[in-house]
């Protein structure tokens, strides 16, 4: 059963205007153990099926609630899940699932040095409708698995109400970064909750261990999901009502049209809670 965190109306305010917010503790210290037992596992391994690896610094799998069961609870976190459906209404599916392992950067690099640079996310969307356009259609619960309390840990920078931004973000002749980037310090079990349209990057990674972290990405469910188009019926055969759902899986046999989409188990909780099931502006 799926608990209830009250979004508070200054977290809504900061995430309509700043397009991020910071959530501490969401994880404890099994959970985060068997995530890093996952990962690690995973990225020991050959396997090359959803792999994302784009330098021997940055790799990770796409789609990894496929890849190990581990991964599974985040998609319905009770802390995130709860958040995620106050910000974005309960018309809502999973769009990635995302395992990232940044390891330490080589002697030398500079404290500019940026991996990823700076971008928005499903950047389709973008080209498609134009910057200007391009409306608040997902987010990302990025859970952190290490320690990131001291800087150039590699965290994930911020750029602060770029999520507003009609244009590219604004960075100034000879820097790397927006001249209000923010590079959070974080523990182990920590969330980032960012839409797509906020702007971030990559810190340098100059501790001795490697940052590993997880991403759960939420959109509309009128977007098809970054990750997959549909799952397999190994992973369905797994999962709670709520779980089907959320990968994009009618969970009714109703034949008939139905125009509100048919039957939505989030709005069930939505009304246990008082909680609006479509947003409307903030």
Request: contains cysteine; aromatic residues 8%; negative net charge.
């Amino acid at each position: 059963m799926l608990g209830f965190t009250k979004l508070t109306e200054d977290q809504r305010a900061q995430f309509h205007n700043e397009g991020y917010l910071i959530v501490r503790n969401v994880l404890d210290e099994a959970t985060i153990s068997n995530l890093i037992a996952a990962g690690d596992r995973l990225i020991a391994s050959e396997e090359s099926l959803n792999r994302q690896k784009t330098s021997e610094f940055y790799d990770g799998y796409r789609n990894c609630i496929t890849m190990d069961d581990a991964y599974i609870p985040l998609v319905t976190n009770e802390v995130t899940l709860p958040l995620v459906i106050q910000l974005l209404g309960s018309n809502v599916q999973l769009s990635t699932s995302h395992l990232i392992h940044r390891h330490p950067d080589p002697p030398g690099t500079p404290d500019t040095f940026r991996r990823p640079g700076w971008h928005r996310d499903n950047g389709r969307t973008s080209m498609d409708l134009g910057p200007a356009n391009y409306p608040r259609v997902g987010l990302k619960c990025a859970f952190y698995l290490t320690d990131l309390s001291e800087p150039n840990s590699g965290v994930t920078m911020l750029a602060p109400g770029s999520n507003q931004l009609k244009v590219g973000v604004d960075i100034p002749e000879g820097k790397v970064d927006p001249a209000n980037a923010i590079e959070p310090l974080l523990n182990p079990g920590d969330c980032v909750i960012f839409e797509y349209r906020t702007w971030h990057a990559g810190a340098p990674n100059f501790t001795t261990w490697t940052r590993k972290a997880v991403m759960i990405g939420y959109c509309y469910r009128w977007l098809k999901p970054m990750d997959y188009i549909k799952q397999d019926l190994a992973l369905l055969e797994k999962l709670s009502d709520i779980e089907k759902y959320l990968v994009g899986e009618e969970v009714d046999d109703t034949r008939e049209f139905q125009p509100t989409g048919g039957y939505n188990p989030l709005n069930e909780w939505c009304d246990r809670h008082g909680v609006e099931k479509d947003r409307q502006g903030l």
